[in-house]
């Protein structure tokens, strides 16, 4: 298991979209929210990614693929 440090930035038309329930749902990955500001136009979450490495490239991916904005932030920590 890994946690991998991610930016997310939203842009205004998936503000108010429930994107990490989503992720959460479908590829039964665990992000940890650490801080977050989240506006009537845009919006960010700093967050980990936890779970196996596999898991956590094909969430990273999801999340593009839906129009979030990942900035991998350089830490990763393996449990």
């Known amino acids: 298991m890994i946690a991998v440090r991610v930016k997310l930035t939203f842009p205004e ?3 108010r979209e429930p994107i990490i329930a989503r992720m959460v ?4 990955i665990v992000p940890n929210i ?4 989240v ?10 990614l936890d779970g196996d490495a596999a898991t956590v490239d094909r969430a990273v991916e999801w999340l ?4 979030v904005q990942v900035d991998l932030l350089g830490d990763v920590v393996e449990s």
């Open 64 to 67: 593009r693929a839906e129009g």
């Open 34 to 37: 650490r801080r977050a500001d």
């Open 39 to 48: 506006g009537e136009h845009n919006g960010w979450i700093i967050c980990e």
């Open 25 to 28: 749902k479908e590829l039964d």
């Open 13 to 15: 038309e998936l503000v």
